[in-house]
């Protein structure tokens, strides 16, 4: 679908060439704080564009609660509490959790990975090069957040390209790529207690409910068996949905941040020169990202009625925090559709940065970014793309999920 500027948000078709950003640059522009009417399955909803007015909304937590879903789905209140993750929590639930898992993902906790996630990316390009044209996605991005998603959750790595799949049903349960049950396109209440509304999750929670009841065994140093032995607040079905997140949030991002510079790299072979130039290691994963921003929105209800560009936010509103907009605003960004791999500083909103639900697995996700752009700009010399990188069909999970290059190693 052309992006004409006025694009239908809530169309994932808008989606299936990439971000629609003449949409929302109008929408910055023209009507920041704009209501967006309803159809058939969704009710109205405001999008919120500009990156000062996401800023102001991440800080009012208590006006624009996450206890409601975070997603454009409407849930009745049963489907809700089935499905609800910490993320779908405010405080002092959410900070209680958090509390417990944050420090597995602290910066200096994160940096004692750096050997082992170069290890790693050392052996998955290596063996990428093998073949002169090859898939990127599938050969380079996708792989090396699956391998540390194992190692960090401390399953077995033969379970993990199952793990992945069921993960990328969940969270791309709109592309028929990822799933058989595209929930746009079929009726999905009989897994409505589901997340995602997916019958992937039925496998996963069977999957978690094998770790809980010691029938799958899980490394003592991953998160899951830390999560198993420490009084965290969740049951059983807290649990599972705690399992479901982290299989799903803890592959996409990464790996559409990865895909996004091989795609960069691909078509501007200058920014090949300038990363092996050496100068931009500090800065050049914060901008692959938020030239990415693959988690392009969260939802927020509103507790209360609020004034915003002289808009009237009414109690019970929908609201949707366009990250991947707020990333890409004139006002905060010098030329924000260009790459500037020393940009600094760089506010991008990527990982809901400025809020309580910030992204957990920031760190680790820039510090994979940064050595799988180390690792790649050592071993190649060129990488041409072979025809046009398709995307995810999704209006929430963005990305190029399948890139065909051409690589010339590195003498």
């Not at 391998?147 to 399953?155: D, E, K, P, S, T």
């Not at 790529?177 to 009726?187: P, S």
């Not at 949707?320 to 991008?348: A, C, I, K, Y």
Request: hydrophobic letters at 40%; charged letters at 25%.
């Amino acid at each position: 679908m052309i992006d004409n500027g006025h694009l239908d948000l809530l169309d994932h078709d808008s989606f299936s060439n990439g971000v629609p950003h003449k949409t929302f640059d109008r929408l910055r522009k023209e009507d920041p704080v704009s209501w967006h009417p309803g159809n058939d399955e969704f009710k109205g909803f405001w999008n919120i564009v500009r990156h000062a007015d996401i800023n102001t909304a991440n800080r009012e937590s208590k006006i624009f609660s996450s206890a409601q879903g975070i997603r454009l789905e409407d849930q009745s209140y049963e489907e809700y509490l089935a499905r609800r993750t910490f993320q779908e929590t405010d405080a002092p639930d959410h900070t209680a959790v958090r509390r417990v898992i944050n420090p597995n993902f602290a910066k200096p906790v994160v940096g004692k990975f750096d050997d082992l996630i170069r290890e790693l990316a050392t052996g998955i390009i290596d063996s990428a090069l093998e073949s002169t044209e090859f898939d990127a996605v599938d050969a380079i991005a996708k792989k090396l957040p699956m391998m540390m998603l194992g190692r960090i959750l401390g399953v077995p790595d033969e379970d993990l390209d199952w793990l992945v799949e069921k993960g990328d049903a969940l969270i791309g349960n709109t592309d028929p790529d990822f799933t058989d049950h595209v929930v746009d396109k079929m009726d999905t209440s009989d897994y409505r207690f589901m997340p995602f509304r997916s019958p992937a999750g039925v496998e996963l929670y069977d999957y978690a409910e094998d770790l809980l009841h010691n029938r799958r065994a899980v490394a003592e140093n991953g998160i899951l068996a830390k999560m198993m032995a420490t009084e965290n607040g969740m049951d059983e079905l807290g649990f599972k949905n705690f399992f479901c997140l982290l299989v799903a949030a803890g592959n996409d991002t990464t790996r559409y941040s990865i895909a996004m510079a091989m795609n960069l790299l691909s078509q501007s072979p200058d920014l090949m020169a300038q990363l092996r130039s050496g100068q931009y290691w500090d800065t050049c994963a914060d901008e692959f990202i938020r030239y990415a921003s693959p988690t392009m929105h969260f939802r927020r209800t509103a507790t209360e009625d609020f004034e915003m560009n002289g808009k009237t936010i009414k109690q019970g509103d929908k609201v949707l925090l366009w990250f991947v907009s707020g990333s890409r605003d004139e006002d905060v960004f010098d030329n924000p559709h260009q790459v500037q791999l020393g940009r600094t500083p760089n506010r991008h909103q990527a990982f809901g940065q400025g809020g309580v639900h910030v992204c957990l697995g920031m760190h680790l996700a820039k510090l994979e970014v940064r050595i799988a752009m180390e690792e790649l700009v050592k071993r190649v010399d060129r990488f041409e793309i072979i025809g046009e990188p398709s995307w995810t069909r999704s209006n929430f999970i963005c990305g190029v999920k399948k890139l065909q290059v051409h690589a010339t190693r590195a003498a």
